[in-house]
């Protein structure tokens, strides 16, 4: 569980072309449409893909228009969602390691960025020279950014909305300042391997040689802490998972009915994965975008996978993309780990 964001994905489609250095820049991302909105291209691609794939599934990175990026929000705050307060209670604990670690007049460059609410703890630890947070919702990144202005108000924040899956060129003014990257919350787990190691080596690539990054991963623990986590008592998980039925409907033209689904997360320990689904409570046919399709009951749309980690497989999934670890911390229980790595080696090609 976004990503970004905690654990789920933040990433998309979308470009991001740097239009000036105190520019947010504007991905291709569809508004909440009337139907004579422009349909964003990648979405529309991605739901019909995954609709008429077997098994069904949508890549989570979807989930995040405003609706759900709010509904994320309040996942981080529930008590069985362990990963937020787990990786805030290891940043505050290590702040002063980190910073000893990295130095001072670094440019924090945090990838998926959404509320931003564990960045001030490193912000106020390592002295930055400059602030580039990286979101896919822009609505949500630029809030982010006026709260943070607010506590670090001679801070140089450069702002830009797109995917961070490929290379990017960071703003002019951060200049020749060393680079720290920061990616929290084990949002790396909603990727297989080979796509997490395509994404750290375009972090290597966008940060550079010397570059250092810190990054949280979630480690494997019993099902009994980990489901409870993806599938909590309120009901806001769910409600999350089925928002992303809502925004096909709303930007798609969507028939789907939404009550007929229902939310499951399930431990698969061979894959070492939570996965989110949902699932037909009855059979059902729809349209979107004028296309029909049917699915019969007990079927499920595969939305959302949370890989889980050991510390060595955590290592060598960063080793493998080019970058070596220099430390890593943890919590008491050993729940989640987070690690500092520096860029050292051109990362080999894929």
Not at 106 to 123: D, M
Request: net charge negative; hydrophobic share 40%.
């Amino acid at each position: 569980m976004a990503a970004v964001g905690e654990a789920r994905t933040r990433v998309g489609n979308a470009r991001a072309d740097l239009a000036g250095d105190n520019a947010i820049t504007h991905a291709e991302v569809a508004p909440h449409r009337p139907n004579d909105s422009p349909i964003d291209p990648a979405f529309r691609a991605d739901v019909l893909a995954g609709l008429s794939a077997r098994p069904r599934a949508l890549p989570a990175r979807w989930f995040y228009d405003r609706r759900g990026s709010e509904l994320f929000e309040e996942i981080t705050r529930l008590p069985e969602y362990y990963l937020t307060r787990t990786e805030r209670s290891i940043l505050t604990a290590h702040a002063k390691n980190i910073a000893e670690l990295t130095g001072p007049g670094q440019a924090v460059v945090e990838f998926g960025s959404g509320s931003s609410a564990k960045t001030p703890l490193v912000l106020s630890a390592v002295a930055p020279s400059a602030y580039v947070p990286i979101d896919i919702s822009g609505d949500f990144l630029r809030d982010s950014v006026a709260g943070l202005a607010g506590q670090f108000p001679t801070l140089p924040m450069y702002p830009i909305e797109g995917n961070f899956m490929h290379r990017l060129v960071l703003p002019t003014a951060i200049g020749d300042s060393p680079r720290l990257g920061f990616f929290p919350g084990s949002t790396i787990g909603n990727m297989n391997a080979p796509a997490a190691v395509d994404l750290l080596r375009a972090m290597w690539d966008t940060l550079g040689e010397g570059s250092k990054l810190l990054i949280g991963i979630d480690r494997i623990k019993p099902a009994g802490v980990l489901i409870p986590a993806y599938d909590d008592a309120q009901g806001v998980t769910a409600e999350f998972n089925l928002n992303l039925l809502h925004r096909i409907n709303r930007e798609l033209c969507g028939t789907i009915p939404v009550s007929a689904f229902k939310h499951v997360a399930r431990w698969n320990d061979t894959e070492a994965r939570i996965e989110m689904h949902l699932e037909a409570t009855r059979d059902v046919s729809f349209s979107v975008d004028g296309h029909p399709f049917a699915i019969s009951k007990g079927k499920t749309i595969h939305t959302e996978n949370s890989y889980k980690y050991g510390p060595r497989d955590a290592r060598l999934l960063l080793r493998s993309a080019g970058w070596s670890p220099l430390a890593e911390w943890t919590d008491r229980e050993g729940l989640f780990g987070l690690i500092l790595a520096e860029a050292r080696a051109t990362p080999a090609a894929p």
